[in-house]
């Protein structure tokens, strides 16, 4: 069971990051949150919250904490966004019908990027997924539809290219397999079990 007075307390009170095993465990009580749990929904968000400090991300381990904390910590917060991101992937992710994908390929690369300008062009992200499509590297590009902009990546490939930024799951892999290129929306809730 998770504690979230130790997690508040010891650790995001102090800009402590979680641990990886900690973290995780946060990650699947966030995931009950989602699926109707009105405590875990609440007590996870603050957490969360509390947790998403800058000073948290710029923690560093050192020998005083170890000795006041009284259980193994971080060496840096890579840890906590590493546990939350590994549960949602294990208990949300990889559960859903739409969830990973599976080419035929033996790899390919993901790419992203940070939005792209006021005035309609396409973002470095986007463009770099294009050129390394073309020569010969297998893109799985994902993005999003413009949130600070007036357009993201979502809008760029859709309007200018014609792709469906929401294709079926197996549409996609054969688009990736036979054109070394597919878009995937980062956004897209069908992901989720």
Same mark, same amino acid.
């Given at each position: 069971?998770?504690?979230? $007075?130790? !997690?508040?307390?010891?650790?995001?009170?102090? @800009?402590?990051?979680?641990?990886?095993?900690?973290?995780?465990?946060?990650? +699947?009580?966030?995931?009950?949150?989602?699926?109707?749990? $009105?405590?875990?929904?609440?007590?996870?968000?603050? &957490?969360?919250?509390?947790?998403?400090?800058?000073?948290?991300?710029?923690?560093?381990?050192?020998?005083?904490?170890? =000795?006041?904390?009284?259980?193994?910590?971080?060496?840096?917060?890579?840890?906590? !966004?590493?546990?939350?991101? &590994?549960?949602? #992937? %294990?208990?949300?992710? &990889?559960?859903?019908? #739409?969830?990973? #994908? @599976?080419?035929?390929?033996?790899?390919?690369?993901? @790419?992203? *990027?940070?939005?792209?300008?006021?005035?309609?062009?396409?973002? +470095?992200?986007? +463009?770099?997924?294009?050129?390394?499509?073309?020569?010969?590297? #297998?893109?799985? =590009?994902?993005?999003?539809?413009?949130? &600070?902009?007036?357009? *993201?990546?979502?809008?760029? +490939?859709?309007?200018?290219?014609?792709? %469906?930024?929401?294709?079926?799951?197996? $549409?996609?892999?054969?688009?990736?397999?036979?054109?070394?290129?597919?878009?995937?929306?980062?956004?897209?809730?069908?992901?989720?079990?």
């Amino acid at each position: 069971m998770i504690d979230i $007075k130790h !997690i508040l307390k010891d650790h995001a009170y102090q @800009n402590i990051p979680l641990n990886y095993e900690e973290a995780y465990e946060l990650g +699947v009580y966030a995931l009950e949150g989602c699926n109707g749990n $009105k405590l875990a929904q609440k007590q996870s968000i603050a &957490a969360l919250c509390a947790l998403h400090t800058k000073a948290t991300y710029f923690w560093k381990r050192t020998k005083r904490s170890i =000795k006041i904390h009284g259980h193994r910590l971080p060496k840096n917060a890579a840890e906590q !966004i590493a546990g939350i991101c &590994a549960a949602i #992937f %294990n208990y949300d992710i &990889a559960v859903s019908k #739409f969830g990973f #994908f @599976n080419p035929n390929i033996s790899y390919a690369m993901d @790419n992203c *990027g940070m939005g792209g300008d006021i005035i309609d062009t396409a973002n +470095v992200s986007t +463009v770099a997924a294009f050129i390394a499509a073309a020569a010969g590297i #297998f893109m799985c =590009k994902h993005g999003s539809p413009g949130n &600070a902009r007036r357009i *993201g990546s979502s809008e760029f +490939v859709s309007m200018h290219c014609n792709i %469906n930024t929401e294709s079926a799951k197996r $549409k996609t892999e054969k688009c990736l397999e036979d054109t070394h290129f597919c878009y995937t929306e980062a956004l897209d809730t069908r992901y989720k079990r």
